[in-house]
């Protein structure tokens, strides 16, 4: 039996340790937050990850609380409307779709409650170091004592902590998009009914939507920066300000949007950005999810990825003869689907600025793997 440990309670860490609990494995979770996040987007479960969701065991559940919208309009910055669908998303594609949309929460407690009862989980805590001997992982933890691992999974995200101990600093992986983005929760203020209102002025845009029946809404507010803005990601009132300064000459109503920010307990803020990598597995350490292929939330592919990448990876690990024949086999099989969905972000940035009620080019990569 191989010990596992894998950094990160996101989609991907728990998926994954479903699936390997299932191949017979001890799986350790390790989330620096204190609990699985609240919060963030409506995210999208596509194509292929439908599968993996239905082996999960969660596909119905996500069918029961997908999203309810009818359409969407676009405003601009004198809230002027430029167009409108009843028949798709710009966040979710076609609204007739076998495709689910479910809030970010929602997928997280899902995969989490599939595991709580049979996989570790150590909330509160991170890894400081690694130590590898050949056999296995000497795992240094922020606040628990010292460990010993077969393998170590980073499932830690863009920042990651295990691909940075493992691999090396995060300016040799991580490739800018010329965006950065914010999600949080306000009131419902603007009365809306399964609708998504975006807008766009300038450089800033983004997206209203309401949710839990149409009792709040979630925000998502972003601009353009061609270079990287240096930013500590975990000084949550620095993010804030940063947003502020960078929208707050922005018209239609993101003044009003900017203020509910300051009071959203669930605020989230990042760059759009891709990591790329020659190699995801260094000895006994590879990574899953965001934190070895991250391609962006411009990909519209990235839970399905992390959903993918967990099945793929767990199957490859219980099918081979060693750890290090499982990892080879996992980043062969899941490479050319993670590059595949990373080169359609020009695409997606051509098809919403041209022909957003296209199909889109989503529809091109989100089965282009065999599941093993």
Same mark, same amino acid.
């Given at each position: 039996?191989?010990?596992?440990?894998?950094?990160?309670?996101?989609?991907?860490?728990?998926?994954?340790?479903?699936?390997?609990? &299932? %191949?017979?494995?001890?799986?350790?979770?390790?989330?620096?937050?204190?609990?699985?996040?609240?919060?963030?987007?409506?995210?999208?479960?596509?194509?292929?990850?439908?599968?993996?969701?239905?082996?999960?065991?969660?596909?119905?559940?996500?069918?029961?609380?997908?999203?309810? +919208?009818?359409?969407?309009?676009?405003?601009?910055?004198?809230?002027?409307?430029?167009?409108?669908?009843?028949?798709?998303?710009?966040?979710?594609?076609?609204?007739?779709?076998?495709?689910?949309?479910?809030?970010?929460?929602?997928?997280?407690?899902?995969?989490?409650?599939?595991?709580?009862?049979?996989?570790?989980?150590?909330?509160?805590?991170?890894?400081?170091?690694?130590?590898?001997?050949?056999?296995?992982?000497?795992?240094?933890?922020?606040?628990?004592?010292?460990?010993?691992?077969?393998?170590?999974?980073?499932?830690?995200?863009?920042?990651?902590?295990? &691909?940075?101990?493992?691999?090396?600093?995060?300016?040799?992986?991580?490739? %800018?998009?010329?965006?950065?983005?914010?999600?949080?929760? +306000?009131?419902?203020?603007?009365?809306?009914?399964?609708?998504?209102?975006?807008?766009?002025?300038?450089?800033?845009?983004?997206?209203?939507?309401?949710?839990?029946?149409?009792?709040?809404?979630?925000?998502? !507010?972003?601009?353009?920066?061609?270079?990287?803005?240096?930013?500590?990601?975990?000084?949550?009132?620095?993010?804030? &300000?940063?947003?502020?300064?960078?929208?707050?000459?922005?018209?239609?109503?993101?003044?009003?949007?900017?203020?509910?920010?300051?009071?959203?307990?669930?605020?989230?803020?990042?760059?759009?950005?891709?990591?790329?990598?020659?190699?995801?597995?260094?000895?006994?350490?590879?990574?899953?999810?965001?934190?070895?292929?991250?391609?962006?939330?411009?990909?519209?592919?990235?839970?399905?990825?992390?959903?993918?990448?967990?099945?793929?990876?767990?199957?490859?690990?219980?099918?081979?003869?060693?750890?290090?024949?499982?990892?080879?086999?996992?980043?062969?099989?899941?490479?050319?689907?993670?590059?595949?969905?990373?080169?359609?972000?020009?695409?997606?940035?051509?098809?919403?600025?041209?022909?957003?009620?296209?199909?889109?080019?989503?529809?091109?990569?989100?089965?282009? !793997?065999?599941?093993?």
């Amino acid at each position: 039996m191989t010990s596992v440990l894998i950094s990160g309670a996101g989609v991907a860490g728990p998926a994954l340790a479903f699936f390997l609990r &299932r %191949h017979g494995f001890t799986v350790t979770v390790v989330e620096r937050g204190p609990a699985i996040r609240p919060g963030g987007q409506a995210i999208d479960v596509r194509g292929v990850a439908l599968t993996v969701a239905d082996r999960l065991g969660i596909l119905a559940g996500l069918r029961l609380r997908r999203t309810t +919208m009818k359409g969407m309009n676009m405003v601009d910055g004198s809230g002027a409307e430029l167009w409108r669908s009843t028949e798709m998303a710009l966040s979710s594609g076609r609204l007739d779709t076998d495709d689910v949309e479910v809030l970010r929460e929602d997928l997280v407690r899902l995969v989490y409650d599939r595991t709580r009862d049979d996989v570790e989980y150590l909330f509160g805590d991170s890894v400081a170091s690694l130590a590898q001997d050949g056999r296995g992982v000497r795992v240094a933890f922020e606040r628990s004592a010292p460990r010993d691992f077969d393998l170590v999974v980073g499932a830690d995200g863009l920042h990651s902590a295990v &691909r940075r101990l493992a691999f090396g600093p995060e300016e040799r992986f991580v490739r %800018h998009l010329g965006q950065y983005v914010a999600v949080y929760s +306000m009131e419902n203020l603007f009365g809306l009914e399964d609708w998504q209102k975006w807008f766009t002025d300038g450089p800033v845009g983004g997206v209203v939507y309401p949710v839990r029946g149409n009792a709040e809404l979630r925000v998502t !507010i972003g601009f353009e920066s061609p270079q990287p803005i240096a930013y500590d990601y975990r000084d949550v009132e620095a993010q804030k &300000r940063l947003v502020a300064e960078h929208c707050a000459r922005t018209g239609w109503e993101v003044p009003r949007l900017l203020e509910a920010m300051w009071r959203a307990p669930d605020f989230y803020f990042d760059s759009m950005a891709q990591v790329r990598m020659d190699a995801w597995t260094s000895g006994r350490v590879t990574l899953l999810g965001d934190a070895g292929y991250c391609a962006s939330p411009l990909s519209g592919q990235g839970t399905s990825l992390a959903l993918v990448g967990a099945y793929v990876l767990a199957a490859e690990l219980a099918a081979a003869d060693d750890v290090e024949g499982g990892l080879a086999a996992y980043e062969r099989r899941m490479r050319p689907f993670a590059e595949a969905n990373q080169a359609i972000v020009e695409d997606n940035r051509r098809h919403m600025e041209q022909d957003p009620q296209a199909v889109s080019p989503v529809d091109r990569v989100k089965n282009a !793997i065999e599941l093993p």
